[in-house]
Every structure is written in structure tokens, then in C-alpha cells.
């Protein structure tokens, strides 16, 4: 099939899937009962015999015949429908039952059954949120161990910001200041985020595009985790989000999460690239190991256990709401059973189907895959000849190895598993995304291509290859992001995929084309010149990518406190998510920079001081 053919074929399947996504008339469709419904927490709350409870109803035919079920039923068969018997609700119990003498739940449990009574079905309370009265939401938590300690821990590092400071003005521009007072001076961190140093040397200073790409990517992928975070809330438009998670959006955005792959490539590109840079005057040995690990342990930890710490303590008493003890209570019981492995960065491994922040998988992956790809570069140190052949050979291998290892564990990928009802828990449901997805294996084949390439370039480099004599290099590499977006399209045609052999080869191929389109893309990045280069490492993006990994920590917090702390179900459209996107990335830079500031960078410079 020619690329032509290929093409035609995505956008027949994409208008077949919006022609039968009407197949229930609005008519019919108003016939169901809510899926959500929220009563007013505030309100209820505030009378003295105020009685809130929210949990899931699984409903029933009451008779033999009953019309309303036999829609819901026929409603529910779809997979990329809810399942309609299955409603959520948040009652205000105490103006909906008056009967005060009866326990919170079997009052809860009766107001499910009258209401489905009266549409001739059975509910059955199949889960209990919780139950709150007026008493229970009045009383002032008081802080326990973990809040004092992390309360501590806040005050300790403003502390030392504020000595720091004095230090640093105290000194004024005297030589030789002490390097660790120096660490925590505020203006000399904010001077380094928003510095527009060039880099001297032009091996590293074609790096520059990086960061523009780094910001971008990161943009996008704030916006698809507020995309996932609408599917967590209770929706007023639940069919909209059907329809947007089955149709062009969906597949885009879930075929999309391969983009984080980006992120390994690069990540492990820079620490072979800025390894192999020295390597003429100090030869690598394994004798480096052990500090090229505590270096970046020391960097990226702080932030990592501040933001988990924040979740696993103060997060959960910072606003209130009816979802709000659901979403982030959850979240934070998780938190605070997990940390210890977030501190191991073994998060991904240690009750994997219970999230803490769903982006710290990847912290995870990063450093487990960092520790082989330093192994991999110190040990290949010594026969650099064949370094690149192990390691082109050593990537096509780890393709066929994660396709082998998805058809043996009958795993998809989360583009087949992108079905409302598996959105609607984050995927907790889902082995392919709690043990496939998060498992560096998946990873792999980004991080071999990212040594790869640095081999690769730092290997022409040295023979004073010309770059921009290169055509072949010259054309295609600028075809490259409109090949990976026409990729992501094809998705609506992959995700039809049945067959477990189908979606293997799926994803072995899947990382080959990734890893390989993004191979040329950053070549060519990298040292040919063009408008394109030229926007990507425009100086303003280094502040910004400078802040990456509080962006990274943060924004899932900031995202989760816009949407779960609504006192009514939340609108979804493709505006609406773009909306608090919006205020999710604005507020998101916006306190990372003083992370960065006051954190982030002092604590890397004053671990640093140790490990010189
Ligand atoms: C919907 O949920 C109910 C209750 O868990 C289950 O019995 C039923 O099989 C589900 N329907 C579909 C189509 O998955």
C-alpha cells in the first residue's frame, strides 16, 4: 500500500467512526438517567442535620419489562459508551431522606433505591465514596506527624534561602564566597534560570533546539492530562466525552503519549552526549559510575519528594468540595503509602495500579533506564569502534523484544484502551497501562536510540563531518513532524486492532518508526540551519525548559485543584479542556519558578558541593 492509500484509508475510518457515533437519537439518549448528578456540598453541609454521601449505584430492571433498562442496556453494550447501569451520585441525603434515625449509609443506600423505584428499576449501592455530616466537615483536622514534618522541611529551605540571600548581599561582588552559602542565594538562582549564556563551545551550543522542543512537548502533554483529568470528574456532558475520546482527539491524544518517548531520547542522548564531550582528556572508566548516579539522584530527588510529600500531607486540606475527598483523598492515601518508593524511584514497580500523580512514572523509568544507559556508555568507552553497531543492534532487539514480551502477556496499548469506562479510573483497571506502560522495558528502545545517537554525532563530530553538505539530511529531516503527526492520525485506524499478533507488531513498529523519525528530526536539528532551528532555540525557551522538572512535579496538582474542587459537574469540550489547560500551565509556571528558585536549584548546587 503507497502512502496515498494509506492516507485515504485514515480518513475513511475516521468519518465512518463519526457517522456511527449518532446512532442514539438525542431523543432517545435523554431517556437515560444521569450519569452524574451533584447536589450542593457547601449547602448541605451547612445545616446542623447535614448528611452528604457519594458513591456508585449499579441499577437493575425492577420488572420483567422494563423500557428505561433495556435502553440503558443497549446503550451500555458499545465499549466506547459508558456503561450506563453504572451511575455515580452525590446526594445530599439529609433534604433527600427524612428519616434521621437510620445509619448515613442505609439512608444513602434508600434514597439510591426510591429514586430508582420510581423508574421502575433496582439499585444496589455497589461502592461508598463516603458519608459526611455537618459535624464531621465543621471540626478542624488536626495535623498529624508527615504534615509537621513536611511543614518542617518548607521552613528549613526558606530559612536557608533567607541566609543565603543575606550572604550573598552581605558580600556584595566580592571573589571567593563560600560555595555552599553561595548555593542558597536567591538572586544568584534567579540570575542562573534567566541567564542567556552561549555556550562557547558549538558541540554543545547545537543542543539549543532542545529546549524549545523540551517546552512544546510539555505543553502538550499538560493539555492531554487535563484531557484524561475531565474523565476522572463528574461530567455533565458525558456523551461530548465519548464522542471526543472515540474520535479524532482521543486518538490523537493517546497515540500521542508516545511523545514522552521524546523525553527518554533526549535524557539519555545528554548523558551520553555530555559524557563522551571530556572523554579525549579523561578517558571513562566504570570508576565514574557511582557519581554520575548520586549527581542525579541529588538533582531531580528534591523537587520529586517535595511535590509527593506535598500530595501525601497538605494537598488534601488545601480546598474542599464534594469530589474532592474522592479524588485527592484517594490520591493522597497513595502518596503517603508510596513515598518510600518514590525516594527508590521504584514507584513504577511498588503497587504500580495505585497513582501517585500520574507523571512520577516516568521519573522512575528515567532513572532506572539512566543507570543502564551509564553502564552501557562507560563499558562501550572502551571499544567505541563498535559501539554504534551494539547499539543500532541493541535497539532493533529491544523493539522485538517489547513486541514479544506485549504478545506473551496479551497487553494492548492505551490507544485500544482508551474506552470511557477505562478512562473514568485512570486505567487503574488496565494491566497494559499499570504493568506495560510504566515498565522501562517500554521505554527501552528510546533510551538505546538516544545513546545511538549520541555515539553517533559525537563520532562525526570528530571526524569533521560536513553536516550541511548532507541533502538527504537537508530535505527529510524537515519531513519528519508531519510524517509523526500523520502517524498519530493512523491511530483511529490502529486502535480497530483486535488481534493480539496485530498489536504487538503494532508496538514494536510503533517505537522503530518513533525512535527512527525522531532520530533524523534531531540530526538535522542539530546541525543543520534553518527557520525552524532557529524558532526552537530562541533564548526565551531556556527559561522555561529550565524549569522542566518542577513543571513536570507540579502541574498534575495544579491541574487536579482547578477541576476536582468544582461545586457542580464540569462542561467538557474540546474548548472547555483547552480552557483549563490554559489556567493549568499559566498557573503551573507560575509557581514553578520560585520551586525552581528556592528548591530545586540551591538544593542541586548544595549536594553538589558533596559529590565534587
Ligand atoms: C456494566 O456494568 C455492570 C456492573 O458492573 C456489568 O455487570 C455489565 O456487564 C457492564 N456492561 C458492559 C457492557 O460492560
Known amino acids: 500500500m503507497n502512502n496515498y492509500n494509506a492516507f485515504c484509508v485514515c480518513w475513511c475510518v475516521l468519518f465512518g467512526i463519526v457517522m456511527s457515533a449518532s446512532e442514539f437519537t438525542d431523543e432517545e439518549y435523554y431517556h437515560l438517567p444521569d450519569l452524574y448528578h451533584l447536589d450542593d456540598y457547601t449547602k448541605c453541609l451547612s ?8 458513591g456508585t449505584f449499579e441499577l437493575s430492571p425492577a420488572e420483567e419489562q422494563s423500557p428505561v433498562f433495556d435502553l440503558i442496556k443497549v446503550y451500555s453494550e458499545n465499549p466506547h459508551h459508558f456503561n450506563r447501569t453504572i451511575i455515580q451520585r452525590g446526594w445530599c441525603v439529609s433534604s433527600r431522606s427524612l428519616r434521621t434515625e437510620a445509619e448515613p449509609v442505609r439512608r444513602f443506600t434508600k434514597c439510591g433505591q426510591d429514586w430508582a423505584r420510581s423508574r421502575g428499576m433496582n439499585a444496589r449501592l455497589l461502592k461508598l465514596e463516603y458519608c459526611r455530616t455537618h459535624d464531621e466537615a465543621k471540626t478542624p483536622n488536626a495535623s498529624d506527624l508527615p504534615e509537621r514534618v513536611f511543614l518542617c522541611a518548607i521552613i528549613c529551605i526558606l530559612i536557608f534561602n533567607v541566609i543565603g540571600t543575606a550572604y550573598d548581599l552581605w558580600k556584595g561582588n566580592e571573589e571567593n564566597k563560600n560555595k555552599i552559602l553561595m548555593a ?16 562557547e563551545d558549538p558541540r554543545l551550543s547545537c543542543l ?15 493539555w492531554g492530562h487535563v484531557f484524561f483529568s475531565h474523565a476522572l470528574v463528574y461530567l455533565q456532558n458525558p456523551r461530548d466525552y465519548e464522542k471526543s475520546l472515540h474520535g479524532v482527539i482521543g486518538a490523537l491524544v493517546y497515540n500521542g503519549t508516545s511523545i514522552v518517548q521524546m523525553f527518554v531520547i533526549f535524557s539519555n542522548f ?34 520529586n519528594l517535595l511535590l509527593v510529600g506535598y500530595g501525601a500531607t497538605w494537598w488534601v486540606h488545601s480546598r474542599d468540595g464534594a469530589l474532592w475527598p474522592v479524588l485527592v483523598g484517594n490520591e493522597k492515601i497513595f502518596c503517603e503509602q508510596k513515598f518510600w518508593s518514590h525516594a527508590l524511584y521504584i514507584n513504577n514497580f511498588y503497587m504500580p495500579e495505585n497513582v501517585c500523580f500520574i507523571q512520577t512514572w516516568f521519573l ?25 553497531r551494539i547499539l543500532g543492534s541493541l535497539f532493533v532487539l529491544s523493539c522485538a523484544g517489547l513486541s514479544l514480551m506485549v504478545y506473551l502477556n496479551n497487553y494492548s496499548t492505551l490507544l485500544q484502551i482508551a474506552e470511557p469506562d477505562n478512562a473514568r479510573t485512570m486505567l487503574r483497571n488496565k494491566p497494559s ?65 483486535k488481534s493480539n499478533i496485530d498489536t504487538a507488531l503494532f508496538i514494536g513498529l510503533d517505537r522503530l518508526l518513533f525512535c527512527s523519525i525522531f532520530a533524523v ?34 502541574h498534575w496538582v495544579v491541574n487536579v485543584t482547578i477541576v476536582a474542587a468544582r461545586p457542580t459537574r464540569t ?32 538544593m542541586q548546587r548544595f549536594l553538589d558541593n558533596f559529590t565534587r
Open 521 to 554: 528530526k534531531l540530526m538535522g536539528f542539530t546541525t543543520i540551519q534553518s527557520r525552524a532551528r532557529k524558532f526552537f532555540s530562541w533564548r526565551g525557551w531556556d527559561v522555561f525548559a529550565r524549569m522542566s522538572l518542577s513543571v513536570m512535579m507540579i
Open 208 to 222: 539549543a533546539p532542545f529546549q524549545g522542543a523540551r517546552v512544546i512537548v510539555m505543553t502538550l502533554v499538560l
Open 47 to 54: 445545616q446542623k442535620q447535614g448528611l452528604y454521601c457519594l
Open 184 to 199: 542558597w542565594s536567591m538572586p544568584s538562582n534567579w540570575s542562573r534560570l534567566t541567564s542567556s549564556l552561549s555556550n
Open 270 to 303: 545528554l548523558c551520553a552526549y555530555n559524557l563522551l564531550l571530556p572523554s579525549n582528556k579523561k578517558p571513562l572508566t566504570l570508576s565514574m559510575f557511582p557519581k554520575q548516579i548520586v549527581k542525579r539522584y541529588s538533582r531531580i530527588t528534591p523537587m
Open 571 to 602: 462542561f467538557t469540550s474540546f474548548i472547555d479542556v483547552s480552557i483549563d489547560a490554559a489556567a493549568t500551565i499559566v498557573f503551573t509556571y507560575i509557581m514553578a519558578a520560585p520551586a525552581t528558585i528556592l528548591v530545586e536549584m540551591p
Open 433 to 497: 497501562f499499570y504493568e506495560m506502560y510504566v515498565n522501562p522495558f517500554n521505554s527501552l528502545p528510546a533510551c538505546l536510540m538516544g545513546l545511538f545517537l549520541a555515539h553517533l554525532l559525537y563520532e562525526l563530530q570528530e571526524n569533521g563531518y560536513k553536516f550541511h553538505e548532507c541533502k538527504w539530511l537537508k530535505y527529510s529531516h524537515a519531513l519528519m513532524i508531519p510524517l509523526y503527526i500523520l502517524w498519530l492520525f493512523c491511530g483511529i485506524y490502529f486502535r480497530e486492532l
Open 364 to 388: 522512575a523509568v528515567d532513572m532506572q533506564l539512566h543507570i543502564l544507559a551509564l553502564i552501557l556508555t562507560l563499558c562501550l568507552a572502551k571499544h567505541r569502534r563498535h559501539a554504534l
